[in-house]
């Protein structure tokens, strides 16, 4: 996929390629720099920064499209500090709506931001992706006396590795809920939210994602460089 004298990008910043040579490659950094690389992990990097850029750009477009008819929430759930990002409908990427008339308002394109009660943290980016459906709450695992409840089909956008990486309620304002955190928050609840507060949980989601991503992608990197 590389090409002599292409010009490419991992997280080091942006590179021209000099030299190819099997599985490792020679490039100059545009700070005058050069290194040798391996040829697959880079690929795979390369993959990636194009994904993200790709998706951006899919999402500003659909945001643009869709900010009139779009309703944004925090979707309060139970997750103590220190559990893994395991709860009902999480695994299945569905969401429980409880609430009848809420459940009539809600609609694919609708989004919100998962908030654990317990550890006052948001820490995903969700997308409604389509219509509501009824069905037995049990089947999704969630533990409640409704034998029926509607439920909606949703994507994460973001979502951090864990709850200690996620956003604490103090440190983020909502002009909507000024003091979020000391509400007395009931989960499964879905609370309106503005697009200016969901854009601010959104964006510190959305770079936390990205940070963890280069971590990993970076450790990979050194570890087969190590091996070779």
């Known amino acids: 996929m590389f090409e002599l004298n292409g010009v490419y990008r991992n997280r080091m910043g942006e590179y021209t390629v000099l030299a190819l ?8 950094y545009s700070d005058g720099s050069e290194a040798e690389l391996n040829v697959n992990i880079q690929a795979r990097i390369w993959e990636n920064i194009v994904a993200e850029q790709e998706a951006r750009a899919a999402s500003s477009r659909h945001m643009r499209q869709s900010n009139k008819d779009t309703t944004h929430y925090i ?3 139970s997750l103590p500090p ?6 009902p409908g999480w695994q299945e990427r569905v969401v429980m709506v409880t609430n009848p008339e809420l459940a009539q308002r809600i609609k ?3 989004r919100f931001i ?3 009660v317990e550890a006052q943290t948001f820490f995903a980016v969700v997308t409604i992706t389509g219509d509501m459906y009824e069905a037995d709450p049990k089947q999704h695992t969630y533990t409640t006396e409704l034998e029926r409840a509607a439920f909606f089909p949703t994507d994460v956008d973001a979502v951090s590795p864990d709850l200690e990486h996620g956003v604490s309620v103090d440190s983020i ?3 909507s809920y000024p003091d979020f955190g ?6 499964e609840a879905f609370y309106r939210i503005s697009e200016d507060d969901f854009e601010l949980l959104a964006e510190a989601l959305t770079e936390i ?14 570890e087969e460089d190590e091996v070779e």
């Open 75 to 77: 979707k309060a759930v």
């Open 21 to 28: 040579n099997g599985q490792r490659m020679t490039v100059r």
């Open 182 to 187: 000391k509400l007395p928050i009931e989960p």
């Open 173 to 175: 304002d909502l002009e």
């Open 209 to 222: 994602t990205e940070d963890e991503e280069e971590e990993v992608e970076e450790y990979e990197e050194y």
């Open 82 to 87: 220190g559990e893994e990002l395991i709860f």
């Open 108 to 110: 694919s394109g609708d």
């Open 114 to 116: 998962y908030y654990a």
